[in-house]
């Protein structure tokens, strides 16, 4: 496939990814708390990475929780949609760039991508959320990050762990994002 037709092919993907992310919270939206647990928006951000590559999945993990904040209010701005902004493009940066970079595409290869990139953004949500609360004098305990990033999060961390790696293996089954078995550039 061309270069020109990839990066349609993909910039047509990352748009449906990100509006995946938009409207899978709605699923979950009249209960607050199973929508926290369910992490709905991290999805899609994850399958954009390993299907489109890091940059993709990058500006698609940036863009979801902000442009969702401005159309519909939810998740509220300051702190969370930018702490989010920044969680979920470490997510899309880390999975695609792992994977995509990856000698050999397969079921241990996405394993290790998805773990790493799971681990890396909610690095990075404790980071930015301990540094936006401390510039309006609030406290971002360890005990707040522990629950927000892993106590909490457990139902969503399992719906990642089981939902991602089927979606991959039934996309590789159809060809339509096969598993790649030796070393080929792609961005």
């Not at 995509?100 to 595409?105: P, Y």
Request: proline share 5%; net charge positive.
């Amino acid at each position: 496939m061309s270069k020109k037709k990839n990066h349609i092919k993909n910039l047509t993907l990352a748009a449906m990814f990100l509006a995946l992310g938009l409207i899978l919270p709605f699923l979950t939206g009249q209960i607050p708390q199973i929508g926290i647990m369910l992490s709905p928006m991290h999805l899609p951000v994850l399958l954009c990475g390993l299907i489109c590559g890091w940059r993709y999945g990058l500006m698609v993990g940036i863009l979801t929780p902000l442009i969702r904040s401005a159309i519909f209010g939810m998740p509220v701005l300051f702190p969370t949609a930018i702490a989010m902004a920044f969680e979920l493009g470490t997510y899309g940066l880390v999975i695609g760039y792992l994977y995509g970079s990856s000698k050999w595409h397969c079921l241990k290869t996405l394993y290790i991508s998805l773990i790493s990139a799971m681990m890396a953004g909610r690095t990075v949500w404790g980071m930015v959320m301990f540094f936006l609360l401390s510039m309006s004098d609030e406290m971002f305990t360890w005990n707040a990050f522990i629950s927000g990033a892993l106590l909490s999060a457990i139902p969503g961390i399992i719906l990642q762990l089981t939902l991602i790696p089927a979606i991959m293996v039934m996309l590789d089954k159809t060809g339509l994002v096969p598993y790649r078995k030796a070393a080929s550039t792609r961005t």
